[in-house]
């Protein structure tokens, strides 16, 4: 049973850098965010999720940050996970009408029997900035909606979530995997 539901680190990353994170993506290299059921099939459906994204590397500025704060928060947290590494760091950008219905991120055990355990957001767009675009952790309704720029937000792979149509303006996020050994 978890004791906690997330770790959250208001104001970790300056406006500024959070700017330049989002500003130096590879946004020509964007495509629409697939789905996957079984960690194999992957595809697009709109109804579900409508986000453009692109990766960088799990050692990128933004990896380094998220995997520091992510192995703080798995030990202060007491969820005390195996951890084995980082998956690439998927960033995210929703234009009008962007949205991600509720899911969990851990899938079903790879073939190597790793499995997600937890999920870490970054939240680099100031919310002034758009409309809508809401996050929502399921357990945590008393989580605030729109978490400030510069916010990291860490949770169990396994908790439901979502972020509501963004109504205008542009939100951009940066998420980060952990992974270990599958739940048993």
């Not at 692109?54 to 995997?67: D, E, R």
């Amino acid at each position: 049973m978890l004791k906690n539901f997330y770790s959250i680190y208001p104001g970790i990353l300056p406006a500024g850098l959070c700017d330049y994170i989002v500003k130096t993506a590879p946004w020509s290299n964007h495509f629409k965010a697939e789905l996957s059921e079984d960690n194999k099939d992957m595809f697009v459906d709109k109804t579900i999720r409508e986000t453009d994204v692109v990766f960088l590397s799990p050692l990128s500025l933004i990896g380094c940050i998220t995997q520091s704060y992510t192995r703080e928060a798995n030990k202060s947290a007491e969820w005390n996970f195996a951890l084995d590494g980082f998956e690439e760091v998927q960033m995210g950008r929703y234009l009008e009408g962007g949205h991600y219905d509720w899911h969990i991120d851990s899938f079903v055990p790879n073939e190597a029997k790793q499995q997600r355990k937890l999920t870490a957001v970054a939240f680099l767009s100031n919310p002034d900035s758009y409309k809508g675009g809401e996050f929502e952790l399921k357990v945590a309704p008393d989580l605030p909606k729109k978490l400030p720029q510069g916010t990291l937000l860490i949770f169990p792979s396994v908790l439901e979530h979502r972020v509501t149509a963004v109504k205008s303006g542009e939100r951009y996020t940066a998420s980060c995997w952990a992974f270990g050994p599958a739940f048993r």
